[in-house]
């Protein structure tokens, strides 16, 4: 029993799960090809309405968390079987059907889950905003505290003064505020311990899907075969 979590997005407002083996070399499915994968059970098509990035739970003969299905929405969940041919799959944007295209956080995720035939459900998921925000919280100390709003008081302070000048039309003090505000927002990113507030901060909001996918090792798929 395991589970993965795979970060991915897309441009055309779909994305997928899909056996790498399957997919064209070079170029991506087309709307036909994308049909016929999933009719072999090699591609779970999940549109998403919008572009953007997606967080995918992964759940591989195991139930996801009761924390995880309180935000699933079951009433237009979707089931079907999957095969990969080796194991190897991938969750992403259609636009990144093919081979040789090179997996990056932003488009697409690889994995390798044990080579079989499965049933799956999958959900999207519906989780407020004040949730995340939340459990993003991640500064404990008084310094990690001050860390945390420094930049975004960076920002305000440089724009304040900056505006200003500019109703004062000195705008060469302004445009000057503006450079030195830039220089002072990246000194203060390059602080000690900011690097892992980041890191806190996104292992935090891992524990929120956009999209949760569950299989089940399903024998059933090889006598459909036969």
């Known amino acids: 029993m395991t589970n993965y979590r795979l970060s ?18 070079s170029r991506p499915l087309n709307e036909k090809g994308l049909d016929d994968l999933e009719t072999s059970k090699h591609l779970i098509r999940l549109p998403t309405g919008a572009d953007g990035g997606y967080l995918l739970h992964l759940y591989v003969d195991e139930s996801p968390p009761e924390k995880v299905m309180e935000y699933c929405l079951t009433e237009d969940k979707l089931t079907g079987k999957f095969s990969s041919l080796n194991g190897r799959v991938a969750f992403g944007g259609v636009e990144s059907t093919f081979r040789e295209f090179t997996p990056n956080p932003l488009i697409r995720d690889d994995v390798v889950i044990p080579e079989g035939n499965y049933a ?18 991640v500064a404990s100390t008084s310094r990690e505290r001050w860390l945390d709003r420094a930049p975004l008081m960076v920002t305000l302070i440089t724009l304040g003064i900056a505006i200003v000048f500019a109703a004062f039309k000195n705008f060469l003090a302004g445009g000057l505020v503006l450079v030195l505000g830039h220089v002072s927002f990246k000194l203060v ?3 000690p311990d900011q690097g892992a507030l980041a890191a806190r901060r996104d292992k935090a909001q891992e524990d929120f899907p956009s999209i949760v996918i569950e299989l089940r090792a399903n024998i059933a798929v090889d006598r459909d075969r036969e």
């Open 8 to 25: 991915a997005g897309t441009d055309v407002a779909e994305m997928a799960l899909f056996d790498t083996e399957a997919i064209p070399q």
């Open 120 to 137: 799956f459900t999958a959900y999207r998921t519906d989780i407020p905003d004040e949730v995340v925000n939340q459990a993003i919280q």
């Open 189 to 191: 990113k390059r602080l």
